[in-house]
């Protein structure tokens, strides 16, 4: 059975294990990585291959793992190129071995060389846990940095957040931070709910936001009745740029704010960058319980997804 491997936002491996097709079988979860048999195209994978070669051992080189000899390749027809890279960055190789590795391939195929705008691409890979692998791209993460707005979440990464939130058919759920919508646009297309209450404060963001988004303020949610919210999922101001003056009293006015629209036992799923004035934040407030904490990385920069339960009384 052909394997394949797909990369995801780091921190993620056990929710993105547990929620993996029943058709698949999976070989192995590594950071940000997991390696598996069977055809998956979920929404929480960033790139996905097919594992032409897998290598292991402690000093991998893209010199003995290219071949001399040709290359088999799923998809070869139109046009392609190839690429190295090592601890999850593009490197440049010695110009022989990229020379032997595209010769490789188009004799096996009838592919094309182009190294600008391919219509395929093939793969060596070196990551850190002593592992390799040369694969055929499959897909693509259709957002990047250069598509996005900024402040703006990758679709894969507000789809896992919403997976730690779990919401159910009759569910209540609320993003007061929405800006450009990643996080409702997910459960709208992927999740069940009952209610889904969109704002942010941002007239501009507001007015670009689907039907039905309210411009308020997430501090002071005066028009959301007391109790009457299942779930928050949200990725507020990460107070880096100047917004805000004391990013730990904002998260506390939100955390209690948060308590007051929360039902009883509810819980919030909250993307920060600013993880110890956050965890401070919740203990001053004495008003919910960390369930969960994902360590993991938005755009290079460490961040954490905190899943909070509302704690009695």
């Not at 391939?105 to 600008?116: N, P």
């Not at 308020?216 to 028009?223: I, M, N, R």
Request: charged share 25%.
């Amino acid at each position: 059975m052909p394997e394949y491997i797909s990369s995801f936002p780091t921190g993620f491996e056990e929710i993105v294990a547990r929620h993996m097709p029943k058709n698949t079988e999976i070989l192995q979860v590594y950071n940000g990585l997991i390696h598996y048999r069977g055809h998956s195209n979920v929404p929480f994978f960033n790139n996905s291959f097919h594992v032409l070669r897998f290598f292991e051992g402690k000093h991998l080189s893209f010199q003995r793992m290219v071949p001399e000899d040709k290359l088999r390749c799923p998809i070869s027809e139109g046009s392609f190129r190839v690429r190295f890279s090592q601890s999850n960055q593009f490197v440049k190789v010695d110009r022989q071995v990229s020379l032997r590795a595209e010769r490789a391939i188009a004799q096996a195929t009838h592919l094309k060389l182009d190294r600008l705008n391919p219509t395929t691409e093939l793969w060596y890979v070196i990551r850190d846990e002593g592992i390799g692998f040369y694969g055929q791209l499959l897909r693509k993460r259709a957002a990047t940095e250069k598509n996005l707005r900024p402040g703006e979440l990758r679709p894969e990464f507000a789809y896992l957040m919403c997976l730690c939130a779990n919401p159910a058919e009759q569910s209540v759920v609320l993003d007061p931070f929405a800006g450009y919508g990643a996080i409702p646009a997910q459960i709208a297309r992927h999740f069940p709910f009952g209610k889904l209450i969109v704002s942010d404060n941002d007239p501009e963001k507001v007015k670009a936001l689907p039907g039905g988004a309210f411009c308020w303020d997430a501090l002071h949610l005066s028009e959301i009745a007391n109790a009457s919210v299942d779930l928050i999922v949200t990725d507020p101001p990460w107070g880096y740029y100047g917004n805000i003056d004391d990013i730990a009293l904002f998260y506390e006015k939100m955390l209690l704010e948060f308590k007051r629209v929360l039902k009883q036992n509810g819980r919030a799923v909250i993307l920060c960058a600013r993880k110890e004035e956050f965890q401070r934040a919740v203990a001053r407030t004495g008003a919910f319980a960390i369930e969960r904490t994902i360590h993991t990385l938005v755009n290079g920069k460490k961040a954490g997804v905190y899943v909070l339960t509302l704690l009695r009384g």
